[in-house]
T-cell receptor, first 111, second 115 residues
C-alpha cells in the first residue's frame, strides 16, 4: 500500500545552517506530495506541496522537488532560523484520496 | 477567518469508558477529516466526510469508534469503550473540497489519555 518514510530526528542545527530532511514514498499511480509543519503548541500547517513529477513546491524559504525516478520529496532550506524550530511531516495523497503521513522529524535550531 | 475548532482540548478517562470529541470546520468547507496521532507517529486518517456522507472509513475501528456529520457541518467522533491504546491526539481537519489542490486546515487537536 501507499506509505511515506521520512528521516528520523531529532535534528539540531545552528542558525544559518543548511537543512535537508529526507522523505521517500511508495505509491501506486501518481500521488500528490506535501510537507506539513507543526510549531510548538500549534496545529499542523501546510508548508508546501507538489502535485506532479518534477514540480517544485516552495514557501518561506523551504523547497522540495517531486522526484518520480527516486520516489523522493526531500525538504531543503538554505539558511535556517531559530523560528524554524518545529516538527516537519512529509505526506502523500494517493489515488484513493487518502492521506498518509510520515512519522515526523523534529528540528531544533540553536542561535 | 476562523479556523477549525475542536473541543475539548484535553480529556482523561479510564479504560472501558466512553468519550466524544467535537469538531467545527471552517465555514464552507465540504470535506472533513478525523485523524489519530499516537505519540511519535504521524497522523493516521480515521474517516473522511464529504458534506454529510462518508468517503473513506477504511481505517476506523468500527467496533468501538463511530463518527457522524449529520448536517454536513460540525462532526463528532466517539469511542465506546475506550482502550489504553486509544491514547493519542485526535485531529480534525477540513478542506473546501477533497481535491489535492485544496489545502487541509487542521484544528488544535484533542489530547486523549486513557488510564
Amino acid at each position: 500500500g501507499d506509505s511515506v518514510t521520512q528521516m528520523e530526528g531529532p535534528v539540531t542545527l545552528s542558525e544559518e545552517a543548511f537543512l535537508t530532511i529526507n522523505c521517500t514514498y511508495t505509491a501506486t499511480g501518481y500521488p500528490s506530495l506535501f510537507w506539513y509543519v507543526q510549531y510548538p503548541g500549534e496545529g499542523l500547517q501546510l508548508l508546501l506541496k507538489a502535485t506532479k513529477a518534477d514540480d517544485k513546491g516552495s514557501n518561506k524559504g523551504f523547497e522540495a522537488t517531486y522526484r518520480k525516478e527516486t520516489t523522493s520529496f526531500h525538504l531543503e532550506k538554505g539558511s535556517v532560523q531559530v523560528s524554524d524550530s518545529a516538527v516537519y511531516f512529509c505526506a502523500l495523497k494517493g489515488t484513493g484520496n487518502q492521506f498518509y503521513f510520515g512519522t515526523g522529524t523534529s528540528l531544533t535550531v540553536i542561535p | 477567518e476562523a479556523g477549525v475548532a475542536q473541543s475539548p482540548r484535553y480529556k482523561i478517562i479510564e479504560k472501558r469508558q466512553s468519550v466524544a470529541f467535537w469538531c467545527n470546520p471552517i465555514s464552507g468547507h465540504a470535506t472533513l477529516y478525523w485523524y489519530q496521532q499516537i505519540l511519535g507517529q504521524g497522523p493516521k486518517l480515521l474517516i473522511q466526510f464529504q458534506n454529510n456522507g462518508v468517503v473513506d472509513d477504511s481505517q476506523l475501528p468500527k467496533d468501538r469508534f463511530s463518527a457522524e456529520r449529520l448536517k454536513g457541518v460540525d462532526s463528532t467522533l466517539k469511542i465506546q469503550p475506550a482502550k489504553l491504546e486509544d491514547s493519542a491526539v485526535y485531529l480534525c481537519a477540513s478542506s473546501f473540497q477533497a481535491s489535492s489542490y485544496n489545502e487541509q486546515f487542521f484544528g488544535p487537536g484533542t489530547r486523549l489519555t486513557v488510564l
